[in-house]
């Protein structure tokens, strides 16, 4: 399995640090506002990508931070007239209903940055000791020329990102580059107690304080969209390393890119922010996740609704023809598939660096392949098909969930508007499907045998 490592710019076989485990990070939200659409194409790439790692065999820990606790969260507070509790614990409920309608399942755990003040106080504590953090009047900061490889991921030298630094400079800060460990608390804030006063974590400490809380001082993968490259995950290798003494924090650094929307980029200023809960409201989850996937990871996305009438089209006639194979009981045809063949293809090409991209291509190209033979294929050749479609499903989760209660009634409809066709009652058959339809589901007949698909 091949990687692209961020950090580097290199593709490196994969080569986790335990046989067989994989822990893996990846970087979540601060819960201070709903969701949007690039949280959703980051969180669905994750997703595949951990439930792909454990379809090949390895047990995998992913874990995702929640920062709550942040200077956004206590302004929205303020601006509410709420305790910043109350607007992280409330979007955190909102962010979890949208991953769950998602059918985003592959995380293990959720960490919330304010139950772990003791581990990042006393990463903070190491850091001083070691000479690479100092205190000020208004809080704790990492001296960042102090740790040499900072810039390698982002591959910036320290003189670009002084340059970019400038501007931003603080009386209380030694270097304009270096960054806040512990803000000291200002009036009206939430605190927690520390030896250098009351004070809450900066943002970049948190993510070293719980991975090394999980995993300890070093872990395979580290994931995020691109945007958080510099400085947020710069500054995670230095505390960390600070500390650790490690040549790394993370072997793998992998970054999702970013969402454009009709072409510009989203920007609230323009007025084309996307809530990832109203795309659900108009799409299915499956819909939305393959329009996330049928791109490269790394590359920029481009979302319209020209993306998502073209991903749903793609998804009904995937899972029009899952329903159709499942319908096949014949005995006889010539149409013979090797499910294992198709299957370690498949794997192939996701073994390049989770190439999403080339694997939907090739699955359009099989489904084809399918829908041209259908009439040719037996119950064995079926089951196999299904069974290529059930693997792609375990870490791409786009066929359609079904109720099996749901199922059978809709067959006892069919069985009645067929009873109605034989007795030749063509206004009552009629009627019946145009209901169907009126609910989102759609038949097809084909002689004597009625196959339906649904939408909803």
């Known amino acids: 399995m091949i990687i692209h490592n961020t950090l580097g710019g290199e593709d490196q076989e994969f080569i986790p640090e335990h046989h067989g485990r994989v822990n893996m990070f990846v970087c979540g939200p601060t819960v201070y506002d709903d969701s949007h659409i690039g949280h959703a194409r980051t969180n669905i790439f994750f997703d595949v990508m951990a439930k792909y790692l454990r379809a090949r065999g390895y047990s995998v820990f992913y874990l995702q931070n929640i920062t709550d606790i942040d200077d956004k969260i206590i302004s929205r507070a303020s601006d509410e007239g709420k305790k910043y509790s109350d607007i992280s614990d409330y979007y955190f409920k909102k962010y979890l209903s949208v991953m769950k309608a998602m059918k985003i399942d592959s ?14 106080q006393s990463q903070i504590k190491r850091m001083m000791d070691a000479g690479y953090a100092y205190e000020t009047a208004d809080g704790v900061y990492f001296h960042v020329r102090k740790f040499s490889d900072y810039g390698k991921l982002s591959g910036q030298n320290m003189d670009e990102i002084k340059s970019n630094a400038r501007g931003t400079i603080r009386e209380e800060k030694e270097d304009p580059e270096d960054f806040a460990l512990w803000k000291k608390m200002k009036p009206g804030e939430p605190y927690w107690e520390s030896p250098w006063g009351k004070g ?47 040549k790394y924090l993370a072997r793998y650094w992998i970054h999702t890119g970013m969402v454009n929307i009709n072409s510009e980029k989203m920007s609230k200023s323009l007025k084309n922010f996307i809530k990832t809960a109203d795309i659900l409201q108009k799409y299915r989850p499956e819909v939305l996740r393959f329009a996330m996937v049928n791109s490269n990871y790394n590359s920029v996305i481009d979302y319209s609704e020209q993306l998502m009438e073209e991903s749903k089209n793609s998804v009904e006639r995937i899972n029009i ?21 198709v299957m370690d293809k498949m794997n192939k090409i996701m073994d390049r660096n989770f190439d999403t991209r080339s694997l939907i291509r090739e699955l359009l190209s099989f489904i084809s392949d399918l829908n041209k033979n259908l009439d040719n294929m037996n119950q064995e050749s079926a089951r196999e098909a299904i069974n290529v479609l059930d693997y792609i499903d375990s870490f791409l989760s786009i066929l359609y969930s079904s109720s099996v209660n749901t199922d059978n009634i809709i067959e006892l409809v069919l069985d009645i508007r067929n009873m109605a066709r034989t007795d030749k009652n063509y206004k009552f058959s009629d009627y019946i499907r145009k209901k169907l339809q009126e609910n989102d589901i759609y038949i097809e007949d084909n002689g004597d045998k009625t196959t339906w698909w649904s939408r909803s």
Request: glycine share 10%; no cysteine; aromatic share 14%.
């Open 107 to 120: 995380i293990n755990y959720y960490a919330r940055a304010s139950l772990y003040v003791d581990e990042i």
């Open 321 to 341: 023809l899952y329903r159709k194979l499942k319908e096949i009981n014949a005995t006889s045809g010539d149409y013979y598939i090797e499910g294992t063949e």
């Open 200 to 246: 809450r974590p900066g943002w970049h400490i948190e993510d070293t304080a719980i991975t090394e809380a999980y995993f300890g001082t070093k872990y395979d993968i580290h994931g995020g969209g691109s945007d958080l490259i510099f400085p947020h995950h710069e500054a995670e290798i230095a505390q960390m390393r600070s500390i650790s003494g490690e």
